[in-house]
């Protein structure tokens, strides 16, 4: 009986380098501006990192590896915004707060899984999309998951009267 086995080295670097590269690589085109499908997007302010949306990334990647499934919504039902949440990111005391998600699986490479991204439209759109700031990124067993958030902060006078209880924020679902 003659078994292979496939020994093809996934070229994905680990800790900081991993960091560096995506945010080099997407901040590049977000200074820019790029089409997505037939859609311009203009030039944007550049990522920064986010270890709460790593952590939602990390987690999601080695759920749907282990539970063996593709998808923005895990199997115990909960959605994007519930794992972001859960991981550490909260919308509490912002002025607003939005968050999305990038999922591959397969790409053997940043490079690779990076230019995937920017070549279908809507993963594109949430790359250059203005009202994202931060990012968390994970690769974990051929799934990549890639986690998004922006976050406004109050002005310095409507904090003073938040603080002061002469303003009061009223959550709305």
Not at 6 to 24: C, H, I, M, W, Y
Not at 84 to 101: F, P, W
Not at 107 to 117: H, K, M, N, S
Request: hydrophobic share 30%.
């Amino acid at each position: 009986m003659l078994l292979a086995c496939s020994t093809a080295k996934q070229d994905v670097p680990s800790g900081n380098k991993f960091k560096r590269e995506f945010l080099e690589r997407i901040n590049k085109v977000r200074q820019k501006g790029c089409n997505c499908g037939g859609l311009y997007m203009r030039p944007v302010a550049p990522l920064v990192w986010n270890d709460h949306l790593e952590d939602a990334a990390i987690n999601h990647a080695k759920d749907m590896s282990k539970k063996n499934y593709f998808s923005h919504d895990s199997k115990d039902g909960r959605k994007i915004v519930n794992r972001i949440e859960d991981a550490g990111y909260s919308r509490k005391g912002y002025k607003s707060y939005q968050v999305g998600e990038n999922i591959a699986q397969g790409q053997r490479t940043i490079a690779e899984v990076t230019e995937g991204w920017f070549k279908s439209p809507g993963h594109c759109q949430n790359l250059m999309e203005p009202g994202f700031k931060e990012i968390g990124i994970a690769y974990y067993n051929t799934y990549w998951v890639q986690d998004f958030g922006g976050r406004e902060e109050f002005s310095d006078e409507v904090k003073k009267l938040l603080k002061s209880g002469k303003a009061r924020i009223i959550e709305r679902n």
